[in-house]
T-cell receptor, first 114, second 118 residues
């Protein structure tokens, strides 16, 4: 199993450009999440999904949109990138019926907005 | 509002010694779960240990144990017999609600950087 994968691993954007980050998981997890990690800070939840076709806002949703058209994929979109969105983005997934239901994380995407 | 506080930005420990990383939390929900994750310099997030709010005993996983003091709302991570490979950032996180009705959302602390000296 590949677990949670993220595409791309690195990206540099200019202010105002758009992009989509792809997250894929092969563990048949119901729940998926997008976080951002800034220097000196913990991870902050952007958006999450509790099932195919459903999404909800997290702690810092402004400037981002998400879609979950297939259970295994969770897309994060930036419509008009801003320098404040320079960060490392992590996708995660979890089961809702396991023992701990811990989140499994992807390797992260390092995004720089100039 | 739920909150996780890690007051130690950086810690040093001598190889083979034990170290405690502090975590305090705040929640009004009686049902919650507490997690510790390790983030090495390579960047990935690795799940270490879990403690549920109703668990009677402190969680243990190999060299990791969780010192859970519910009344004090603290969930400190204890690493025994530190190894050089333990050098990393450690995050404490909380999930409110238990069972299939919760959304699994995590609130993270700011993290503690641990350096193990040879």
């Amino acid at each position: 199993n590949a677990g949670v994968t993220q595409t791309p691993k690195f990206r540099v954007l200019k202010t105002g450009q758009s992009m989509t980050l792809l997250c894929a998981q092969d563990m048949n997890h119901e729940y998926m999440y997008w976080y951002r990690q800034d220097p000196g800070m913990g991870l902050r939840l952007i958006h999450y999904s509790v099932g195919e076709g459903t999404t909800a806002k997290g702690e810092v949703p402004d400037g981002y949109n998400v879609s979950r058209l297939k259970k295994q994929n969770f897309l994060l979109g930036l419509e008009s990138a801003a320098p404040s969105q320079t960060s490392v983005y992590f996708c995660a997934s979890s089961s809702h019926s396991g023992t701990y239901n811990e989140q499994f994380f992807g390797p992260g995407t390092r995004l720089t907005v100039l | 509002a739920q909150k996780i506080t890690q007051t130690q930005p950086g810690m040093f420990v001598q190889e083979k010694e034990a170290v405690t990383l502090d975590c305090t939390y705040d929640t009004s929900d009686p049902s919650y779960g507490l997690f510790w994750y390790k983030q090495p310099s390579s960047g990935e997030m690795i799940f270490l240990i879990y403690q549920g709010s109703y668990d009677q005993q402190n969680a243990t996983e190999g060299r990791y144990s969780l010192n859970f003091q519910k009344a004090r709302k603290s969930a400190n991570l204890v690493i025994s017999a530190s190894q050089l490979g333990d050098s990393a950032m450690y995050f404490c996180a909380m999930r409110e609600g238990l069972g299939s009705s919760n959304t699994g959302k995590l609130i993270f602390g700011q993290g503690t950087t641990l350096q193990v000296k040879p």
